[in-house]
Structures are given as structure tokens and as C-alpha cells.
């Protein structure tokens, strides 16, 4: 069982770029998450959605966009990368209240 | 003021220690409270949830006090491989299963 994976790894990206990071679980977990974690600013919600089909904006959704089509899959697009947005970012999912973290992208803006 | 408060450290502790961690938060209807570890450049993973009559796993102790909206971690016989940054975890209590994050407590263990 892999859980959640995300990919890429890591990416070093123009500004300007636009950028799809990619998040797929396999627990079946009806909700799931984008954070970002700055260094000193701990981990902030992006996005979230509850279940397929719907999604809601969490604390810093500027800059961002989600769709969620299916259970398994949550992407993450950044319409324009802009320096701000370097950053570790990692998507979860949860069952009954826990959240479960996928390994993170290593995400650099230029 | 944060909804999670914790005090960011680090805690620098000899082997075998006993060492505790802090943590404050605001919504006083939350219902759901974790703590979670994450090592340098990895994932946040759970450690344990925390229950209102306090809970042990192995050496590791979590309280919770509802009055003071307070929450604590302890750690016994401290092991290099504590060392890590360890996060207060609670739930958002709105209409999704929202967490909230501190920004983690970082603890390193010393031969």
C-alpha cells in the first residue's frame, strides 16, 4: 500500500511558469489537503476537499487552484509561480480526523 | 493571537532525560487533538492522539486540560532518535474536518 504519493519530489521553476503538482492516495479517505510549510511559519492550509466533486479554500489560497474529479486524486496548480511561492508543500488525507501526509514537493521559484 | 501556540524551542536534552513539551489553543469547542512528529525534511506523522482522562504510549505521555485550553507531551528516557519537531495538532470544529497546525516544538537529543 502506497498511501499518498506526490510528485515531483522537488522543482526548480521560472516565474511566470504555470505548475501542476500531483497528489494521489489509495486509503480511499473521502477528505484532502494542500499545506505549504515556510520555515518559522509552520504548516497553512491551501486548499481542502471533503469529498470528490467539491473543494474550499483554506488560508492561503491565493495564487492557487485545486480540482478534485475522483477519491484518489488532488492537484495542485499554480496559474503564474511568483518567488512567494517557494516553498515545501505537502497534501494529506484523512480518516476519522487524522491526517495522513504524503512525502512533500520541494518546490523553487526563480 | 494563534489558534495553536507552542513554544518553538529547542529543547536540548541529554539521553535519558525526561522532557515536556507545551501547547495552548484558542477554540475552546475543539474536540479533536493530536500530536504529530516530523523529522528534518520529511512529512509530519502522528505520534499519538491525546484523549481527555491523558494517555500513555511507551514513553511517550500526552495530557489534556479543557479549563485551560492546555495541552502537554512528555517524553521519558529520552532517545537520540527523539529528536525531531514535534507538532500540537487540533481540530478546527467548523463544517470539514479542518486541522490546525502549531508550528512545532523542535527537541534535539544529545549523546
Known amino acids: 500500500i502506497a498511501g499518498i504519493t506526490q510528485a515531483p519530489t522537488s522543482q526548480i521553476l521560472a516565474a511566470g511558469r504555470r505548475m501542476t503538482l500531483r497528489c494521489t492516495q489509495d486509503?480511499?479517505?473521502?477528505?484532502m489537503y494542500w499545506y505549504r510549510q515556510d520555515l518559522g511559519l509552520g504548516l497553512r492550509l491551501i486548499h481542502y476537499?471533503?469529498?470528490?466533486?467539491?473543494?474550499g479554500k483554506g488560508e492561503v489560497p491565493d495564487g492557487y487552484s485545486v480540482s478534485r474529479a475522483n477519491t484518489d486524486d488532488f492537484p495542485l496548480t499554480l496559474a503564474s509561480a511568483v518567488p512567494s511561492q517557494t516553498s515545501v508543500y505537502f497534501c494529506?488525507?484523512?480518516?476519522?480526523?487524522?491526517?495522513?501526509f504524503g512525502p512533500g514537493t520541494r518546490l523553487t521559484v526563480t | 493571537r494563534k489558534e495553536v501556540e507552542q513554544d518553538p524551542g529547542p529543547f536540548n536534552v541529554p539521553e535519558g532525560a525526561t522532557v515536556a513539551f507545551n501547547c495552548t489553543y484558542s477554540?475552546?469547542?475543539?474536540?479533536?487533538f493530536f500530536w504529530y512528529r516530523q523529522d528534518c525534511r520529511k512529512e509530519p506523522k502522528l505520534l499519538m492522539s491525546?484523549?481527555?482522562s491523558g494517555n500513555e504510549d511507551g514513553r511517550f505521555t500526552a495530557q489534556l486540560n479543557r479549563a485551560s485550553q492546555y495541552i502537554s507531551l512528555l517524553i521519558r528516557d529520552s532517545k537520540l532518535s527523539d529528536s525531531a519537531t514535534y507538532l500540537c495538532?487540533?481540530?478546527?470544529?467548523?463544517?470539514?474536518?479542518?486541522?490546525?497546525f502549531g508550528s512545532g516544538t523542535r527537541l534535539l537529543v544529545r549523546p
Open positions: 491525546v484523549y481527555s
Open positions: 494529506a488525507s484523512s480518516d476519522l480526523g487524522v491526517e495522513y
Open positions: 495538532v487540533v481540530n478546527k470544529m467548523d463544517s470539514s474536518y479542518k486541522l490546525i
Open positions: 486509503m480511499r479517505h473521502n477528505a
Open positions: 477554540n475552546s469547542a475543539s474536540q479533536s
Open positions: 476537499s471533503n469529498t470528490a466533486g467539491t473543494t
